[in-house]
């Protein structure tokens, strides 16, 4: 069974940047994780909060675990509870699996940043709350059918 893990932010924050690199703040820094009987399987660190606009990160482990409730949970805390503008994902060119993953979510690419990445160019995904499928009606989206809850 799959649940959400709110109350360890620290916890989760450290889990995902062990994977993704970087440190977790817990002074500047949010984490939402999702167990899997009892084991964390993935997490999203929210950072650079500004009011308008927040970084995400993302690491998971094990096939299936981005489900329609753990997306909606995590962009619905960005988009309905801290008002957020725009959602950025920072992802390096070299990183197909991530591209392929942050545009399977709903993000569109922005803007590059040549020769800012680990292996090459840093790319700058963002998606709105009108552009995220995950919020249902209240943003004028119906919701699209996700694999798996």
């Not at 977790?24 to 899997?36: H, K, Q, V, Y």
């Not at 753990?70 to 962009?75: D, G, L, S």
């Not at 619905?76 to 197909?96: E, R």
């Not at 209240?138 to 798996?148: D, F, I, N, R």
């Amino acid at each position: 069974m799959k649940t959400i893990v709110w109350d360890r932010p620290a916890e989760v924050g450290r889990w995902v940047c062990s994977r993704i690199g970087g440190s977790f703040d817990a002074s500047s820094a949010t984490a939402i994780g999702l167990e899997r009987d009892g084991e964390l399987i993935a997490g999203v660190v929210f950072d650079h909060f500004n009011g308008r606009s927040i970084s995400m990160h993302v690491a998971g482990e094990g096939g299936h675990w981005m489900t329609r409730g753990y997306a909606k949970a995590c962009f619905g805390y960005v988009f309905n509870q801290l008002k957020v503008k725009k959602v950025i994902g920072l992802v390096d060119s070299a990183n197909l699996a991530a591209r392929r993953y942050d545009e399977h979510l709903g993000f569109r690419l922005e803007s590059v940043i040549t020769d800012a990445g680990r292996e090459g160019d840093l790319l700058i995904y963002t998606m709105t709350a009108g552009e995220c499928r995950w919020l249902g009606e209240k943003h004028g989206q119906q919701v699209l059918a996700a694999a798996g809850t």
